[in-house]
Nanobody, 126 residues
Framework: QVQLVESGGGSVQDGGSLTLSCVVS????????LAWFRQVPGKAREGVAA???????RYGDSVKGRFTISKDNAKNTLYLLMSSLKPEDTAMYYC????????????????????WGQGTQVTVSS
């Protein structure tokens, strides 16, 4: 069974910080690229950050220097550490997994990922 369970969303002020968590099924976690995406109504899902099994990482341009993706292997948990949050970061955030090897860096295209969490809402007010 493949499951991704997200938590940690909420409302924060402009400039604040928030950490999202995603618990991933053990078998999926061990062999998958993992990523965070976000989406607002009427727009396509946007890649935020991704990490390979070997910890190679990539970030969307809009979050570089502000967000950090990390993993805790002992807990089978993916994290997104968000700081210096802006109103434009407001979105539904999803974690995703793809059980395959990516030669270089993990992708930030939603179509590359097969398994998804339910989403957690992040709202940043000015």
């Amino acid at each position: 069974q493949v499951q991704l369970v997200e938590s940690g969303g909420g409302s924060v002020q402009d400039g604040g910080s928030l950490t999202l968590s995603c618990v991933v099924s053990a078998n999926t976690y061990s062999r998958s690229a993992l990523a965070w995406f976000r989406q607002v109504p009427g727009k396509a899902r946007e890649g935020v950050a991704a990490i390979n099994k070997n910890h190679s990482q990539r970030y969307g341009d809009s979050v570089k220097g502000r967000f950090t993706i990390s993993k805790d292997n002992a807990k089978n948990t993916l994290y997104l550490l968000m700081s210096s949050l802006k109103p434009e970061d407001t979105a539904m955030y999803y974690c995703a997994a793809e059980p395959k090897w990516f030669t270089y860096l993990p992708p930030l295209a939603a179509s590359e990922y097969s398994y998804w969490g339910q989403g957690t809402q992040v709202t940043v007010s000015s």
